[in-house]
């Protein structure tokens, strides 16, 4: 099994800067494609970031040039730098590991992280 737990979010002001972290344990972490979804109050939830096992990356339109997945597999952490954030950008983002390549197909869920974007 894998467990993931976020940390980094908070309270930022519109154009500012967070990076959000995703510990996972267990030995399989190198086999997974790691994702960070976004959920907005009232909104579905949606694949924001992927990173796949050979370290390619993808992006939603909406964060592609601001935002930046990573990994490190010798920490099993995954990394979200998120740059000129927007008040849109405002909700809750859930780690994820999962298959995936072009696409991300979820098997585990951290419990997600808080970001409010205000001034």
């Known amino acids: 099994q894998v467990q993931l737990v976020e940390s980094g979010g908070g309270l930022v002001q519109p154009g500012g800067s967070l990076r959000l972290s995703c510990a996972a344990s267990g030995s399989a972490f190198r086999l997974y494609a790691m994702a960070w979804y976004h959920q907005a109050p009232g909104k579905q939830r949606e694949l924001v970031a992927l990173i796949t096992t050979a370290g390619s990356t993808r992006y939603a339109d909406s964060v592609k040039g601001r935002f930046t997945i990573s990994r490190d597999s010798a920490k099993n952490t995954v990394y979200l730098q998120m740059n000129s954030l927007k008040p849109e950008d405002m909700g809750v983002f859930y780690c994820?590991?999962?298959?995936?390549?072009?696409?991300?197909?979820?098997?585990?869920w951290g419990q997600g992280t808080q970001v409010t974007v205000s001034s």
């Open positions: 994820s590991a999962g298959w995936g390549s072009s696409d991300h197909t979820p098997v585990y």
